[in-house]
């Protein structure tokens, strides 16, 4: 079960497409609907380019948000309606997660399939002609029903630590870690305060493999975990949600002064 924390579960329609304002061009893309989903009261609730502000000061109080590829396309398209960076707050993207996992891409449809055995009831362009043609009711809960299966993802992945892919008949099984993702960060906490070093088992993606590597633990932020590693000799910039494992060791180390970081090749 999941606990009542403040998470939310969120998905966003756009009133028009790339290939009216240019490709990737996310900051010419306008809000046409958004739901969300708000663990700590059981509730979907509605918002526009009226309220927005009001679900983005929700967004900066949550203790986790939830989303499919949130990342790449529903934040950069948000980010015209606030100030700040709404890149560093703490993040679920399944889609990623799954990438980091498999090293591979899957539509929410594949997931939605192989592991809850539904599929969605319309896509992005439908979504931008129900805006166009004033069938608000409808991209309503076409984006609720998006909101709900990514809810059903997250978790039946938190329960089961893995998601099923159907693609074109095959099935695949992806092994997810957000279940671990707390009791991760609460020994990479740990370690910091004891200046213990931590042994952790981390995804290359890149490599599309898993390597073990012992480090030191200097800052610690929401997504992102930045270490002396002992085999690399430098200090390095690791993702939190690539760790699948860690182990506090007995060695304690001390804060080296003056390195200069480089990002992790791994990532």
Known sequence: MIKKDNIIVFDIETRNTFSDV??????GLRLSIMVAYLYKDNSYRVYDEGNIK???SLLKEADLIVGFNIKGFDLPVLQKYSKESLQNLPLLDI???VM???GKRFKLDYLAEGTLGTKKTADGLMAVEFFRDG???ELIEYCRQDVK????LYEYGNTHGHLICKKYGTLEKI??????????KEKLKEAFALKRKV???YKSYKQSKSLKRVIDVYSIESEKLIAFCDYKKSLRTFNINKIESIKICDTIYNIKEGLLLKEEKQT
Request: glycine share 6%.
């Open 100 to 102: 980091y996992s498999c």
């Open 175 to 184: 092994t997810v870690y957000w279940h671990k993702r707390h009791d991760i």
């Open 22 to 27: 240019g490709a990737r061009a996310h900051g």
């Open 149 to 152: 299966l990514t809810k059903d």
């Open 54 to 56: 009001e679900f983005i």
């Open 199 to 201: 042994e952790i088992v």
């Open 135 to 137: 069938r608000l009711d």
């Open 95 to 97: 889609m990623y997660e």
